[in-house]
């Protein structure tokens, strides 16, 4: 069938010549003048001033104890709390969401028992605020005075209720960034993977858990950065992790300021770095997405 | 001749989505070496059927055997057991399918997407799956795409790439759903090229589709199904130029 194409023809066609200013230059000789944005530049000004003052007081105000600061930055103190609190960060997260994954394949199984409970554990653990959770487990003793012929208070110390309640609370949100990211994959990559003979573990490891991982990575590492600040409420429980750690050096010295500040900069850089590996993992698991490679 | 041979048996199928019956008693048999086109309207329950083949979908009643021996069950007496995983997914390696939508792994190569099933259901070194799996991308018309991501292959390639990863694993029976449907037009050429020279190297098929020149050429049985029932099937001379049927009929005349 001869298909003529009405919308190319026209585009195709010359422009007719009448059409044209009788002044009109070569089009490709004029030059494009952007227009001019004074708003934007009057409120990035604005902004930018506000910003200098912020600064200059910052600087100027004495009380912040800049010289403290640095005395401080890289004392043993500080750096045996700030190596408890990534401590304390990896072992929550890696058993947080060895737990949360194994919830979340309960919670998409066939059986109605291991779904049910797993939907009751996300429900409580998110349900309970994480300092009562381990105000809780600190008394834990008065519930069971012993176990297994130990005395409970022996058995579970300060860390060891640290991780616990962290890693109960933890496991009950990685289950549904989990779950989350499983049922973010295809159905046709399972059934897909079904009709290759692939089993259960096999497709799960290799086939949709490696697709998850995209829609998992960024609410990870979320709530990495959260966990990492999150651990500093373990100082309730005497655990000397890094804001413990510099609670105890301004009990001492009064400096109470220069020495939060001392924890906000860990903290932040911390932070900072996670940030910057999360760019990396992303871009492992965005393999066969991008246009080009 | 090895033609007289059932591959397929399928005997009065019958499968339902809730209130929704899907397939209302449907046999069919396809002999070994033959290639089978079902053709019909959306919902008549043709896809629904291709996947019982190899127990995608499971059936209400009825059986469906392939080369012999009934898929997902193992009967007894007048009893039907469902098999264990482990044996429906061996059944299954013997059974390859092709997607619409090509359902290629997005985050493995081309070669591993080929290689993963023989590796890991069939047990094949490393190795010699590759190089099967290079001869097999050679004979699809890829062999410079091995290193490639699906992504960045056309839809024509993803789905040859698709057949290359059914044929991996050497199936006795091949089912296609709507191979070229997701195609853009210029792209279901080189899709059906390499099914029809499958077809012409005798490997027992079933087609779900809706290309009626293709099942003229290549169909031993044109079947046509409506509202869950095959309504007559034959071959493509008989069905596709004098059909039976007014629903057949009808449905020719909008599709020719």
């Known amino acids: ?293 | 001749m090895s033609t007289q041979t059932a591959m397929v048996d399928v005997r009065s199928v019958h499968k339902s989505y809730g209130p929704l019956q899907v397939l209302k008693g449907v046999d069919l048999t396809v002999r070994a070496g033959e290639v089978t086109v079902v053709l019909g309207p959306s919902g008549s329950g043709k896809s629904t059927l291709l996947r019982t083949i190899n127990h995608l979908e499971k059936v209400d009643s009825g059986s469906v055997s392939v080369d012999g021996s009934l898929v997902g069950y193992r009967r007894s007496g007048n009893k039907l057991h469902e098999l264990r995983e482990r044996e429906i997914l061996k059944q299954r390696t013997g059974i390859g399918f092709v997607f619409q939508n090509f359902h290629l792994f997005p985050h493995l190569t081309v070669l591993a997407n080929i290689t993963e099933a023989p590796v890991s259901a069939l047990r094949r070194p490393k190795k010699d799956a590759e190089a099967a799996a290079r001869a097999l991308l050679d004979r699809v018309g890829l062999a410079d795409k091995a290193d490639a991501y699906p992504k960045q292959l056309s839809g024509g390639q993803q789905q040859r790439v698709a057949i290359a990863r059914a044929l991996a694993l050497e199936p006795k029976l091949l089912l296609f759903d709507e191979p070229t449907s997701a195609l853009d037009p210029e792209l279901v050429g080189e899709v059906l090229d390499v099914i029809k020279d499958l077809a012409h190297q005798g490997t027992t098929m079933v087609v779900v589709t809706h290309e009626i020149g293709f099942a003229r050429e290549v169909a031993d049985t044109v079947v046509f199904m409506d509202g869950g029932r095959i309504v007559e099937q034959g071959p493509p001379g008989q069905v596709l130029d004098h059909p039976r049927h007014a629903r057949t009929t009808s449905f020719l005349s909008k599709v020719l």
Do not use: C
Request: hydrophobic letters at 55%; proline letters at 6%; zero cysteines.
């Open chain 1, 1 to 293: 069938m001869p298909l003529v194409d009405p919308v190319s023809d026209t585009l195709d066609a010359p422009a007719p010549p009448a059409a044209a200013p009788p002044d009109a230059p070569d089009p490709a000789a004029l030059r494009i003048v952007p227009r001019r944005r004074t708003g934007r530049r009057a409120a990035a000004a604005v902004v930018l001033a506000l910003l200098a003052l912020a600064l200059v007081s910052v600087v100027r105000n004495d009380a912040f104890q800049w010289d403290v600061v640095a005395d401080y930055f890289l004392t043993t103190a500080v750096l045996r709390g700030l190596g408890l609190t990534l401590w304390l960060t990896v072992a929550v997260m890696v058993l947080g969401f060895a737990l949360g994954t194994l919830l979340a394949a309960m919670r998409l199984s066939d059986n109605p028992v291991l779904r049910g409970v797993s939907w009751g554990y996300v429900w409580l653990f998110r349900s309970m605020p994480i300092l009562v959770q381990l105000l809780f487990w600190f008394n834990i003793g008065a519930l069971y005075p012993t176990v297994l012929g130990v005395k409970t208070v022996d058995l579970l110390g300060p860390v060891a209720i640290a991780v616990i309640g962290l890693t109960l609370h933890e496991a009950a949100y990685a289950a549904e960034v989990v779950r989350g990211g499983i049922l973010s994959v295809d159905k046709g990559q399972l059934e897909a993977a079904q009709s290759l003979g692939l089993g259960a573990w096999r497709r799960l490891r290799r086939i949709v858990l490696p697709q998850a991982m995209r829609a998992i990575v960024p609410p990870a590492g979320n709530m990495l950065i959260g966990t990492l600040k999150g651990t500093s409420i373990v100082s309730v429980i005497a655990v000397q992790d890094l804001l413990y750690s510099v609670q105890l050096v301004y009990h001492r010295t009064y400096q109470v300021i220069p020495l939060l500040l001392v924890a906000t900069l860990w903290y932040i850089v911390v932070t900072s770095v996670l940030g910057a590996g999360q760019f990396f993992v992303e871009r492992h698991y965005a393999r066969g997405t991008a246009g080009a490679r």
